[in-house]
Every structure is written in C-alpha cells, then in structure tokens.
C-alpha cells in the first residue's frame, strides 16, 4: 500500500537525508545478456528487500514494459505491457500514459 509523505517523514535521518527506497523503480534495461539479467534478478531482488513497492522493467528494443508489484513481501511480475497498451499504476494516483509515448 502506498504510505506516501507520512512514510517519508519517518525516514529522514538527523541531517535531513532520505534513507529509504522509493515507491517506484523504473529500470531500463541495458544492453546485452550478462547486463539484462543484473536488470532483471539482482536489482529487482534488492528492489524486493528494501520494499520497492512497484518496479517496472522497460525493454526500450522490444517496446515492451513489465510491471512488477509487491506481493507477499516482494515483488512479482503482474503484467507485461505492449505498444498498444496503456500504462497505469495505484501509485500514480489515477493518471495513465499510453505506451507508446515512453517509447517516442
């Protein structure tokens, strides 16, 4: 569930630093085998442990978007998005983008 500014505020350290993960990750993948699965298994583990509440995963080649939600204290896969798709997340109150604009 999204805690936005209250959670914030609780997690500021004594100078003023944020020190806790974000709601949101986007993670755009790079380029070649070795990097795309750092993208996919150890980032989005560590998104996990640090309670990431949602990731997505952008495959700028194939134009695809994965959509990754916490559930059972991480996070799992709930949908993959196509071009003619369009995108929107709890997180963002409402709003939504087509797909098709990320990848303009």
Known sequence: MWCGLTRL????????????????????LSPGDLNEQRDREVKLKL???YRVQECW????????????????????LVGTLLE??????????????AITDIFR
């Not at 995963?57 to 799992?76: D, F, G, H, P, S």
């Open 84 to 97: 003619d798709d369009t995108l929107g997340s709890p997180l963002l109150l409402g709003s939504s983008t």
């Open 9 to 28: 505020a609780d997690d500021v350290d004594d100078a003023g630093h944020l020190i806790v993960a974000p709601e949101l990750m986007v993670e755009v």
């Open 47 to 49: 998104y996990s442990h």
């Open 57 to 76: 995963i952008v495959n700028w080649q194939l134009k695809t978007l994965e959509i990754y939600r916490r559930a059972e204290a991480q996070l799992q």
